[in-house]
């Protein structure tokens, strides 16, 4: 076999095998209670993380390689390269403790899953774990080889939605500014929040969506005037004066806003849990669209995936009660989703590797050690 196809193996056979783990761990005590076998969920965790850790790819490696080098010197970190100032500082912290910068990737790497993986371990009530791991996988993991701050920053949004669904303002926010010093495009998360504050669950779903689609058609009527400012000259090359929408967000979000609004959950820990995946899925609409105008705008659409992984289990598996005019079986009706969920996951995952492998740089896969799948 050749390297790309080497690559794509090596991928797929790390994704599978630690998201069956991850399955693997799910169990359930009684008829409501789950819990998680934490070695099980460990090797999860383990084989996801080895990827990311002994990886030597991706388009930024050198970028971030010279940021660490440097790190000590923080005028070329914040001023020159105009690095935010929370990764700036980390950087110089961990560079004060070793100047092994494949410590350092590895270490960015574990808090990365490790933030994911502590969020959908509390959510283990509400959310099935081995499916969010799936979801994540599927568009949230191979990324991180490349853009590491921006998904490390996101990581830490993931890990702050469940204060957003339990309204704890303070904590939530708090979570927003640390992100926001790792990358700043992680403020964006604040529309949310007065999204949530300001409606406090007082409009009914479609009326949302009636709400985020004139957001949708103004955005698109003046996308021009929208986005002929210029945020930082660090994000100039990104601007986009004119584009053509695509029917790919649509693809991707319909599904999820379709379910989250013809479902309610049983609890009320599922239900805060809904309505937080409902505001964030209409909000990567919104923002994966204006992504077709300005590059940058696009790639924010990451802190919202939490909407994809986290769809609480009462909404994800009873399709029957979604409509009454459709009459499955319970066995059927179990088959039918998994087929369905898992087709979307993979879906998601297959078009990210045919359209950004080798542009993210990380097609083919090199480790520390030199050695290329």
């Given amino acids: 076999m050749d390297g ?14 630690g998201v069956l783990f991850a ?39 050198k970028s971030y390689k010279i940021l660490f080098d440097n790190a000590k010197d923080l005028q070329f970190t914040l001023g020159y390269h105009q690095i935010e100032l929370g990764f700036g500082l980390f950087n ?15 270490t960015l790497a574990f808090i990365f899953l490790l933030l994911i ?18 979801a994540v996988c599927s568009m949230f993991y191979l990324q991180f080889m490349n853009l590491k701050r921006i998904y490390l920053a996101a990581a830490i949004i993931f890990f ?10 303070g904590k939530y926010i708090a979570c927003v500014i640390v992100a926001s010093l790792i ?13 949530q504050f300001v409606l406090k669950n007082r409009i009914k779903r479609y009326q949302m969506i009636v709400l985020f689609g004139l957001a949708f058609l103004g955005i698109y009527l003046f996308r021009n005037q929208l986005f002929s400012w210029k945020v930082s000259s660090r994000y100039t090359a990104y601007g986009v004066q004119e584009a053509q929408m695509g029917i790919a967000q649509f ?17 009320r820990a599922e239900l805060n849990i809904e309505q937080s995946c409902f505001t964030l899925a209409l909000c990567s609409f919104v923002l994966s669209s204006m992504g077709y105008f300005v590059e940058m705008i696009g790639r924010a659409s990451i802190y919202f995936v939490f909407a994809f992984a986290a769809i609480p289990k009462e909404v994800q598996f009873n399709w ?23 087709g979307y996951y993979a879906l998601r995952l297959i078009v990210y590797c045919r359209s950004s492998l080798f542009s993210d740089g990380i097609m083919p896969y090199i480790n520390i050690w030199g050695i290329t799948f």
């Avoid at 359930?28 to 383990?46: A, G, H, L, Q, T």
């Avoid at 979604?322 to 898992?342: D, E, H, P, T, V």
């Fill in 4 to 17: 790309s196809t080497l690559t794509i193996v090596w991928y797929m056979s790390t994704i599978i095998i």
């Fill in 23 to 61: 399955f693997m761990s799910y169990k359930k005590r009684n008829k409501e209670v789950y819990y998680i076998d934490k070695k099980v969920m460990y090797i999860s965790f383990i084989i996801l993380w080895q990827l990311l850790a002994f990886a030597k790819c991706g388009t930024d490696n």
């Fill in 92 to 106: 110089y912290l961990f560079r004060c403790i070793t100047d092994n910068y494949y410590v350092y990737n590895a």
């Fill in 117 to 134: 993986y502590v969020t959908l371990y509390r959510l283990k009530d509400q959310v099935h774990f081995g499916w969010g791991i799936l």
């Fill in 160 to 169: 702050a939605i469940p204060y957003l669904s339990k309204k704890k303002w």
């Fill in 183 to 195: 990358h700043t495009s992680a403020i964006i998360m604040v529309i949310p929040f007065g999204i």
């Fill in 251 to 267: 693809v991707y979000h319909f599904p999820i806003i379709w379910v989250l609004k013809n479902r309610s959950s049983k609890t």
């Fill in 320 to 342: 029957k009660n979604i409509s009454s005019r459709i009459s499955f079986g319970r066995q059927a009706n179990k088959i039918l989703m998994i087929l369905l969920w898992g």
